[in-house]
């Protein structure tokens, strides 16, 4: 079936330090991969994507690469803020007209000064 | 544009009461998503319109749950019978149908039903 497994949260996290969020998929075909964000109080927002194996999305400083041979989509960034504190969600869709998406449950970010 | 606007934000009502949910699309936009969200999860497909029609239904959409979009334009989410186990958020995306399914959401109407 389709579903998206990611790392269990919360992660806790001193400023300036390396973050990584594990997302693996599974899905048939060519999917398109997704983090959204979803900061305190504000709706989900697109943090970045990638369409096509081995390709890189990247904003604000976060990246995820598309491993199409592990079906994994990690989210990366070297030095995390303060302000980056929020609820990560890793998502796909199946790449056909549709569009709609495939969500994981979501990894609670906080970052303390 | 504002964004994907959805009302109302919060709404608390008694078990076996109606309720409806109204969203807004980017105005450009043709694709209209529905989804539900719970406590610790992600968001859950429930239904999807391109323009008017209504081309996709999750087999999370019981029968007492309708989804409009008349005019291709905004949309409305209705629940008929409530239940506590449809207490949740709500939220409404659209998107362009371009970029890889690009999708910008709304903040979300919060359904407590007691």
């Known amino acids: 079936g389709n579903s998206v497994t990611q790392m269990e949260g919360p992660v806790t996290l001193s400023e300036e330090a390396f973050l990584t969020i594990n997302c693996t998929y599974t899905?048939?075909?060519?999917?398109?991969l997704f983090w959204y964000v979803q900061y305190p109080g504000e709706g989900l927002q697109l943090l970045l994507k990638?369409?096509?194996?081995?390709d890189k999305g990247s904003n604000k400083g976060f990246e995820a690469t598309y491993r199409k041979e592990t079906t994994s989509f990690h989210l990366e960034k070297g030095s995390v803020q303060v302000s980056d504190s929020a609820v990560y969600f890793c998502?796909?869709?199946?790449?056909?007209?549709?569009?709609?998406?495939?969500f994981g449950r979501g990894t609670q970010l906080t970052v303390w000064p | 544009d504002t964004g994907v606007s959805q009302n109302p934000r919060h709404k608390i009502t008694k078990r076996g009461q109606n309720v409806t949910f109204r969203c807004d699309p980017i105005s450009e936009h043709n694709r209209l998503y529905w989804y539900r969200q719970t406590l610790g999860q992600g968001p859950e497909f429930l239904t999807y319109f391109q323009n008017e029609a209504q081309l996709e239904k999750s087999r999370l959409l019981s029968d007492r749950f309708s989804a409009e979009r008349p005019k291709g334009s905004f949309s409305t989410l209705e629940i008929q019978r409530t239940e506590q186990g449809d207490s949740a958020m709500y939220l409404c995306?659209?998107?362009?149908?371009?970029?890889?399914?690009?999708?910008?959401f709304g903040q979300g109407t919060r359904l407590t039903v007691v």
């Open positions: 990638a369409t096509k194996a081995d």
């Open positions: 998502a796909y869709d199946r790449g056909s007209t549709l569009g709609r998406l495939y």
């Open positions: 995306a659209s998107s362009s149908g371009q970029g890889g399914g690009e999708a910008f």
């Open positions: 899905a048939t075909g060519y999917p398109s």
